[in-house]
């Protein structure tokens, strides 16, 4: 198995981004919770937004307003030019491809469902196999579930091993000559994992399948190239990226997106509409049914900038060395386990952990009585929680805003939930 | 400082989530009843016995956070000896206190008052109702003659 290379070569002991400097850009980042200052740890979940991102929604609704891609005047044609800037914007930052690859869709769920509405139906027959991993999340489960339901084709996981990766050693029996799709997380928003996609694509290829990657937990936390991924399609969210809600992004191979048929019928995804005939849009439009989350879009604009001008490599460093703190630090108490991998060149900054004592959901409630936002239960992963023996877990996620000094408090404050549950 | 929170894990919560009663075996029983909440995970697994209309013994085996494992302890102690109507009042009442409504003044609660707390928590209600539920559909099954069911709170 290949090794994941995500270290920056050369990486110094302290990273060149100053979480301190950009807390100050995050105003709800200065608010309190009850007595106590925020501590957010749940950026798996969904990241806070900096000043740019908040005042370019307002400035849009100010000064712009208007409906894309049909008006005549000034605010429309605004408003067009800095819905499709956005869209360029987006297609370099996944390593330049092509605008037409582009689609807007309100998250990475709507994005997935996308390819098993239009292409999945179309595409899989009785008896295709649809190969899965055994962590994923319920956006990538369920729209292949119900496929396979409505179908009849037969879905195969990918395992995972006992040090919580992916055991590779059975993917060629896996991805058969029978499997059309290969579908995988690209990291885990449980364990962590960073998967090898790039070799469980080539798997996927020599098959002749495609290869979808779900990116959610992946492009806000590291640079990604869906070419060098070899990726058929590559979804992800805006809001876990510094931007707004409602607003995310399917890539797909444009050869691809030719053959396929729209999700979503209606206004703007046509070229000519008559009683009895509709002809459809060319891309990216044909897929983009409705008025699309304008605003969405031009505010995610901003949260774009804010990430590279940080650097994706250096946000990765950054998160490198704050994991691997985190899971040191946490480490040092005897009753926590940390579900994951402990190798930080293999994971990323969402860190599940048991106390053997006490609920997750009590973890959680103290936690948020001193302050400390963290996210507790199954975390949409159902099949994983059970393959893993658990029903739930707390995970702590960090983002480019966070420091060693949110870890020492989340972990003083898991000290102190012993003393309150455990009396100790 | 822990104000909150302690009415939310009062003592007598905690000494229940320790030492929950009705975890035990019963095997002759007339009604199961299993409840879940998919969102925590939390499960529960229920059995009763009934006689002349009353509930004479109970076990519970829940799996889950101090709120619910205490919740489920409480009602094992206060449903003994009940009728089923009986049951069925204290839990609409544990409910309205949940909701912050009025309850029933004619019940004697006992230490299902220090539910009360709970209310301040909105995410955390559905932890304290998931015995109450889970014993309520079951009986309801009971009385239409089914044996078992399998609840979701969600």
Known sequence: ?424 | MNENLDSLYRDIIMEHYKYPRGKKKLDDFDVTSEGKNPVCGDEIEMKVKLKDGKIEDISIDCLGCAISVASGSMLADAIRGKSVDEVKRIASTIKAILKGEKPDEDLELGDLEALEGVKKFPVRIKCALLSWTTLIEGLKNWEGGKKSEVISTE
């Open chain 1, 1 to 424: 198995m290949e090794k994941i290379k995500l270290k920056a070569p050369g990486m110094s002991k302290l990273s060149q981004l100053n979480p301190e400097v950009i807390k100050k850009d995050f105003p709800i980042l200065s608010r309190r919770v009850g007595d106590y200052p925020l501590v957010y740890l749940d950026n798996a979940a969904t990241t806070q937004k900096p000043n740019s991102v908040i005042s370019a929604l307002n400035d849009y609704y100010t000064t712009m307003n208007g409906n894309v891609h049909r008006g005549l005047h000034t605010l429309a044609e605004e408003s067009t030019a800095a819905f499709e800037k956005t869209r360029k914007k987006i297609a370099d930052f996944i390593g330049k491809v092509k605008t037409e690859e582009i689609i807007y869709t309100r998250n990475a769920t709507e994005a997935i469902n996308l390819v098993a509405y239009s292409w999945g139906r179309k595409n899989i027959k009785k008896g295709d196999r649809i190969v899965l991993t055994e962590m994923e999340h319920h956006a990538n489960l369920v729209p292949w579930i119900a496929l396979a339901k409505e179908t009849g084709a037969e879905l195969k996981y990918i395992p995972i091993d006992g040090s919580y990766r992916l055991d590779l050693s059975e993917l060629e029996k896996i991805i058969n000559d029978n499997t059309r799709l290969v579908s995988i997380m690209h990291m885990s928003n449980v364990l962590g994992t960073v998967n090898p996609v790039e070799e469980i694509g080539r798997a996927a290829h020599k098959k002749g399948a495609l290869f979808l990657v779900d990116g959610a937990q992946s492009v806000p936390h590291m640079p990604v190239d869906v070419r060098a991924i070899d990726a058929d399609f590559y979804a992800f969210s805006a809001h876990k990226m510094l931007g707004p809600t409602g607003i995310g992004v399917l890539y797909g191979r444009e050869s691809i997106l030719n053959e396929m048929e729209p999700f979503i019928y209606g206004g703007e995804m046509i070229s000519e509409v008559r009683y009895d005939f509709a002809d459809w849009n060319g891309l990216p439009w044909k897929f983009e049914g409705g008025t699309p989350n304008i605003a969405g879009a031009v505010g995610f604009s901003p949260a774009l900038d804010y990430l590279q001008n940080l650097g994706m490599d250096i946000i990765r460093e950054h998160e490198v060395e704050l994991t691997e703190y985190t899971i040191e630090r946490l480490s040092e108490l005897n009753n926590v386990k940390i579900i994951g991998p402990s190798d930080t060149s293999l994971r990323g900054g969402a860190i599940s952990f048991i106390d053997k004592d006490i609920h997750p959901h009590d973890l959680a409630t103290f936690l948020d009585s001193r302050g400390i936002a963290l996210r507790a239960g199954h975390h949409c992963a159902q099949p994983l929680m059970k393959r893993l023996g658990l029903t739930a877990t707390a995970r702590a996620s960090i983002y480019i805003y966070n420091t060693p000094d949110d870890i020492d408090k989340l972990v003083e404050t898991l000290s102190e939930a012993r003393r309150y549950f455990c009396n100790e």
